[in-house]
């Protein structure tokens, strides 16, 4: 575990996400379980944290990461700002990227998953507390190629996902088919922990599919040794093009472990 020190220069480091600058490196400093409610300096707009996680540095990626913004040759492929933009929000954690994307599109209708039931209630917070009851929907289930139910480890924030070698299951979780859903959207976003490769794999995936892809890959549950590769080739069989955030720190011959982000878009048929 870090020491006090470290704690305090990473929340310095956060602490411009807010406005309530102090209170937010207070808090995150000490490690504090209580959810706190702030206010972005990026856009108008309210958010949860609980800050003895990873929270805030979420936060930090979807916010102020631009890579979270979709890009240009994405733009193309998507409505313009003033009109409806349908998006599906796979592992929507705490509601950072849904309010990205009202921030873009503010006519936006989201349809949120997210399984961690302590995640869950704040994402229902930060619905309420931005007035969008009517446009964001949250569906507390697992993301999933069928319906059923799915053992799941909770309580792990932006790790909380269906259990592997390295970890317990902890409860078990509803699990939803949303391969008609991926299919209706026009901009989607998976970041299940593992949970996308039952996804992208699925032939149903790219019939007729999104024209907009947001990925965050992981090396839980890949089928194969080189999950970035992987996600790549899967995605280019469904007839997408792809961003990566930035050239691979390896060659694709070789293994590849942990997590990493792209985009993928392909002109409507």
Not at 8 to 30: I, Q
Not at 142 to 163: I, K, N, Q, V, W
Request: glycine share 8%; net charge negative.
């Amino acid at each position: 575990m870090i020491g006090v020190a470290e704690r305090l220069r990473r929340a310095w480091w956060l602490r411009g996400l807010v406005r309530e600058r102090m209170r937010f490196v207070a808090f995150e400093a000490a490690r504090s379980h209580r959810v706190q409610e702030y206010h972005l300096t990026a856009f108008d707009a309210r958010v949860f944290l609980r800050h003895h996680g990873t929270d805030a540095f979420v936060l930090h990626e979807v916010v102020r990461d631009p890579f979270y913004t979709p890009p240009d040759v994405v733009r193309r492929v998507l409505p313009s700002a003033d009109e409806t933009l349908s998006v599906l929000d796979l592992g929507a954690n705490l509601g950072f990227f849904g309010l990205r994307m009202l921030s873009l599109y503010p006519h936006a209708s989201i349809t949120a998953f997210e399984p961690d039931p302590g995640n869950a209630d704040i994402l229902r917070r930060c619905v309420a507390a931005n007035g969008h009851d009517g446009s964001w929907q949250v569906v507390e289930a697992a993301a999933a190629a069928a319906d059923g139910d799915m053992p799941f480890t909770a309580g792990e924030g932006a790790l909380s996902r269906m259990p592997d070698s390295s970890i317990a299951a902890t409860t078990t979780v509803p699990a939803r088919d949303v391969l008609p859903l991926i299919a209706a959207a026009q901009l989607v976003k998976i970041d299940i922990e593992g949970g996308e490769w039952a996804l992208i794999g699925d032939e149903r995936f790219g019939k007729p599919g999104p024209p907009a892809v947001l990925l965050e890959w992981h090396s839980y549950h890949c089928p194969g040794d080189n999950p970035r590769r992987v996600a790549r080739e899967m995605l280019e069989r469904h007839g997408y093009t792809i961003l990566h955030e930035k050239p691979p720190p390896i060659p694709d011959s070789d293994p590849l472990y942990g997590a990493g982000t792209l985009w993928a878009w392909r002109e409507p048929a």
